[in-house]
């Protein structure tokens, strides 16, 4: 057993990554929402934070962005800090009123009207893809599946140009890889700046352009992101294309290790295609792609019997929230007709809700409809890898077979 599972409350450290490799970091999650569902790390690599692991005291907190905030010039929303991260400015890292102009110049982008139109386009590439799928040799669900259908989507999503968009989730690697932050900070630095470059061209090309539904075009033209400077460019670029990459990848790998670890899920949504509905949220609260959203107290708080003072880092555990056994019955399971799935908090609550939950939605809805239509049977011939990473829930390889 896990040394920190048994070991005494305080001396637990929920942010030590390997456990995020290893799946030990659900039953520690477990310990803490039993016995300390607030509880303060004193000493970890990040630095001293206070945990939140209930699904209730998440949501709670979320509520109050004044007393909580997101903002970058206080630290931000993840507990890993990079080198640099000083530099970049970006709307999830504000707070009202400086937050709100920002996100709503982007909401247009992500529209129920938008979805539809959309939606063809991901169909075709989903169906062309399930067909063009090795039977019966194996492939890595991941880099086969997941990253091509987000990539795919993400450079539509920009209209960015298609023989160039394997720069996408390579940008996004760099970004979010927990190991290059810490051994490659200047190849980081690098390689997002190859990325603000490379947007840059694009965004002067289309500035003297009559506005077009690309998400680019969209900024361009909106008078809150119209005129960025250098770090919110380069904060807000970075956001959008991790943003767009790794929710709806690694909750696709996760439906793959889901399906054969519960094959009966599997065949009762197969023969009731009518659950996908439940499903798709079920799958994004199975996987919780953000591990956590951190936020640090603007002025000394009482919560829960706790006091939280000025300056105090607050982490939010969302793998934790959307595995309460207050709220989800037996909650480590994928269950594909579970009733209040949609009661997940992967997306966060409030505010800082992610804006791109309904494309998440739409892609993992058309992928399971082609599956189902398919009756593609994904077994696993090999060890899942999972990257040791306490901020996002990263899959990096699911060997499997069709059938």
């Given at each position: 057993?896990?040394?920190?599972?048994?070991?005494?409350?305080?001396?637990?450290?929920?942010?030590?990554?390997?456990?995020?490799?290893?799946?030990?970091?659900?039953?520690?999650?477990?310990r803490l929402r039993q016995e300390a569902p607030v509880h303060y790390c004193a000493s970890s690599e990040h630095g001293p934070f206070w945990s939140i692991t209930?699904?209730?005291?998440?949501?709670?907190?979320?509520?109050?962005?004044?007393?909580?905030?997101?903002?970058?010039?206080?630290?931000?929303?993840?507990?890993?800090?990079?080198?640099?991260?000083?530099?970049?400015?970006?709307?999830?890292?504000?707070?009202?009123?400086?937050?709100?102009?920002r996100r709503q110049a982007l909401v247009p982008a992500f529209s129920a009207q938008e979805m539809t139109r959309l939606s063809e386009n991901i169909?075709?590439?989903?169906?062309?893809?399930?067909?063009?799928?090795?039977?019966?040799?194996?492939?890595?669900?991941?880099?086969?599946?997941s990253v091509r259908l987000t990539t795919d989507m993400l450079a539509t999503l920009f209209d960015f140009p298609w023989e160039d968009r394997h720069l996408l989730p390579e940008w996004t690697d760099w970004i979010v890889s927990l190991e290059r932050i810490q051994k490659e900070p200047q190849g980081r630095m690098e390689k997002m700046g190859e990325m603000a470059a490379y947007f840059l061209r694009l965004w002067q090309?289309?500035?003297?352009?009559?506005?077009?539904?690309?998400?680019?075009?969209?900024?361009?033209?909106?008078?809150?992101?119209?005129?960025?400077?250098?770090?919110?460019?380069?904060?807000?670029?970075?956001?959008?294309?991790?943003?767009?990459?790794?929710?709806?990848?690694?909750?696709?790998?996760?439906l793959a290790i889901a399906f054969d670890q519960w094959p009966e899920e599997r065949e009762k949504l197969y023969a009731d295609t009518g659950l996908i509905i439940t499903a798709v949220p079920e799958a994004i609260r199975w996987q919780s792609p953000a591990a956590h959203m951190r936020r640090t107290v603007t002025e000394d708080t009482e919560f829960r019997g706790k006091t939280f003072k000025a300056g105090d880092s607050v982490v939010m555990w969302y793998i934790s929230g959307n595995r309460d056994e207050a709220v989800f019955e037996n909650p480590d399971r994928f269950i594909a007709d579970r009733k209040n799935a949609r009661d997940h908090i992967a997306f966060g609550y409030g505010i800082h809700r992610c804006l791109?939950?309904?494309?998440?939605?739409?892609?993992?809805?058309?992928?399971?409809?082609e599956m189902a239509s398919r009756k593609v049977i994904v077994r696993r011939v090999g060890p899942v890898v999972r990257e040791a990473h306490p901020f996002l829930t990263n899959v990096l390889s699911v060997p499997v077979e069709l059938h």
């Amino acid at each position: 057993m896990d040394d920190d599972v048994i070991s005494a409350l305080e001396a637990i450290d929920p942010s030590r990554a390997d456990r995020f490799a290893d799946g030990s970091i659900h039953p520690l999650m477990k310990r803490l929402r039993q016995e300390a569902p607030v509880h303060y790390c004193a000493s970890s690599e990040h630095g001293p934070f206070w945990s939140i692991t209930r699904h209730a005291d998440i949501r709670e907190i979320e509520l109050q962005p004044e007393r909580f905030s997101s903002s970058y010039q206080r630290g931000g929303v993840s507990l890993i800090q990079p080198p640099g991260v000083e530099s970049l400015v970006t709307f999830i890292q504000m707070d009202p009123p400086d937050h709100g102009p920002r996100r709503q110049a982007l909401v247009p982008a992500f529209s129920a009207q938008e979805m539809t139109r959309l939606s063809e386009n991901i169909r075709n590439r989903t169906s062309d893809l399930l067909d063009q799928l090795p039977r019966g040799k194996t492939f890595d669900w991941v880099s086969d599946v997941s990253v091509r259908l987000t990539t795919d989507m993400l450079a539509t999503l920009f209209d960015f140009p298609w023989e160039d968009r394997h720069l996408l989730p390579e940008w996004t690697d760099w970004i979010v890889s927990l190991e290059r932050i810490q051994k490659e900070p200047q190849g980081r630095m690098e390689k997002m700046g190859e990325m603000a470059a490379y947007f840059l061209r694009l965004w002067q090309e289309r500035a003297s352009t009559p506005e077009a539904p690309d998400l680019l075009s969209r900024m361009i033209h909106s008078g809150a992101l119209g005129h960025m400077d250098a770090p919110e460019f380069l904060g807000n670029m970075a956001t959008l294309v991790v943003g767009g990459n790794d929710t709806t990848r690694n909750t696709m790998s996760g439906l793959a290790i889901a399906f054969d670890q519960w094959p009966e899920e599997r065949e009762k949504l197969y023969a009731d295609t009518g659950l996908i509905i439940t499903a798709v949220p079920e799958a994004i609260r199975w996987q919780s792609p953000a591990a956590h959203m951190r936020r640090t107290v603007t002025e000394d708080t009482e919560f829960r019997g706790k006091t939280f003072k000025a300056g105090d880092s607050v982490v939010m555990w969302y793998i934790s929230g959307n595995r309460d056994e207050a709220v989800f019955e037996n909650p480590d399971r994928f269950i594909a007709d579970r009733k209040n799935a949609r009661d997940h908090i992967a997306f966060g609550y409030g505010i800082h809700r992610c804006l791109g939950a309904r494309l998440a939605e739409l892609q993992l809805r058309i992928l399971l409809e082609e599956m189902a239509s398919r009756k593609v049977i994904v077994r696993r011939v090999g060890p899942v890898v999972r990257e040791a990473h306490p901020f996002l829930t990263n899959v990096l390889s699911v060997p499997v077979e069709l059938h």
